[in-house]
């Protein structure tokens, strides 16, 4: 089946620097990848959706300059936090929709990478 | 896109039938009903997910109501490794892809 990985599983750094988290699609092209962040005892949050060869698209509340999106080609989905702070610990996870054989319906199901855990201190 | 209600958690024995139930009562003909589980610290698993028409796979049954105002999925027989949360997330076919996650229902198998 369709298998997305992000890389790293986890990083700690320090406030005030910047952090990339990769996400790759293995066996299929995605045109568009989702971008969630999930706080303890929390559920996945929505921050953005990554489209390829254009800009991302943020959910309200989401800061485009803190999160920089890049999806320069059909695999592969970078996020950037920028001048990490302590409070943008979180989980981070991608996903991305295998087109199959519709690529322009939307109800194949999305695959998830195994997420980032960030830690900023 | 519908909103759908969950129970917080349930229980299970190992070895029994998992039900858990969704309820979606403003869902609209479009929308399909998709179920996803998260174990812990890992994304979010895909299960199985339908319009109408109930559905099995390897993991899971879907049966949906007549008037598709809810659903069941339903774990044939539970291992101790089905203890997850699981999420019941609605969804139109004209959505670009993009699932807006509830707070889920926290399942947990005991041996």
């Known amino acids: 089946g369709a298998v997305v990985s992000q890389h790293p599983s986890w990083v700690i750094c320090k406030s005030g620097t910047s952090v990339k988290i990769e996400c790759r699609s293995l066996?299929?092209?995605?045109?568009?990848m989702f971008w969630y962040r999930q706080f303890p005892k929390q559920s996945l949050m929505l921050m953005a959706t990554s489209n390829e060869g254009s800009k991302a698209t943020y959910e309200q509340g989401v800061e485009k300059d803190k999160f920089l999106i890049n999806h320069a080609s059909l695999t592969l989905s970078t996020l950037t936090v920028t001048s990490a702070h302590p409070e943008d610990s979180s989980f981070y996870i991608c996903?991305?929709?295998?087109?199959?054989?519709?690529?322009?319906?939307?109800?194949?199901?999305?695959?998830f990478g195994n997420g980032t855990r960030l830690t900023v201190t | 896109d519908a909103k759908t209600t969950q129970p917080t958690s349930m229980d299970c024995a190992e070895g029994r039938a998992a039900n858990l139930p969704c309820n979606h009562s403003?869902?609209?003909?479009?929308?399909?009903v998709y179920w996803y589980r998260q174990i812990h610290s890992q994304g979010p698993q895909y299960i199985i997910h339908?319009?109408?028409n109930n559905e099995t796979n390897e993991m899971a049954s879907l049966i949906i109501t007549e008037d598709r105002k809810s659903s069941t999925l339903i774990l044939p027989h539970a291992t101790l490794r089905d203890t997850a949360v699981y999420y019941c997330?609605?969804?139109?076919?004209?959505?670009?892809?993009?699932?807006?996650f509830g707070q889920g229902t926290t399942l947990q198998v005991k041996p």
């Open positions: 339908g319009l109408k």
């Open positions: 403003t869902i609209s003909g479009n929308e399909y």
């Open positions: 066996d299929f092209q995605a045109t568009t």
């Open positions: 996903s991305a929709r295998d087109p199959g054989l519709s690529p322009t319906s939307y109800n194949s199901p999305l695959h």
């Open positions: 997330i609605v969804k139109s076919s004209s959505n670009t892809g993009k699932l807006i």
